[in-house]
């Protein structure tokens, strides 16, 4: 029987390997922006170096101009602080970002989710850490 979704890490965290994934349409930006004017939603992901510089979102709910922290919802600064001070062992090489507000579900669930799920296993991830937006 496989695990649940939602477990325990089998090692400590200081040791383990972590990914982000979130749903705030984050992404570098010299990378095509999500398509906000889909109806059904674009369920495409964007890969984000875990070096990335500099990071924006297409999201319509954030506007990165008026002082919003991209940080809270894609905490890669934090990781990376966490890492430096031995709380968190490394950050995975990618990380991946969604936009919320996806209306028809299907491609998701059956195409770029497990497209996701795959390619952060085959990095060897322990912990995934899901920031939802």
């Not at 905490?75 to 090489?93: D, H």
């Not at 390619?119 to 912990?127: H, I, T």
Request: charged residues 25%; hydrophobic residues 35%; proline residues 12%.
């Amino acid at each position: 029987m496989p695990d649940p979704p939602f477990v325990r890490p089998r090692k400590p965290l200081d040791g383990c390997r972590l990914a982000l994934v979130s749903t705030g349409g984050v992404h570098p930006p010299e990378q095509d922006r999500f398509d906000i004017d889909d109806p059904s939603g674009d369920s495409s992901y964007r890969e984000i170096p875990t070096d990335a510089p500099v990071l924006t979102w297409t999201h319509a709910y954030y506007r990165p101009d008026e002082g919003t922290d991209l940080d809270a919802v894609f905490p890669l600064r934090t990781m990376r602080r966490l890492v430096a001070e031995g709380v968190v062992g490394e950050l995975n090489g990618r990380h991946f970002s969604f936009m919320g507000a996806i209306h028809d579900p299907a491609p998701l669930v059956d195409e770029t989710a497990p497209e996701v799920a795959r390619k952060l296993a085959g990095d060897g991830v322990d912990v995934a850490l899901l920031t939802p937006s």
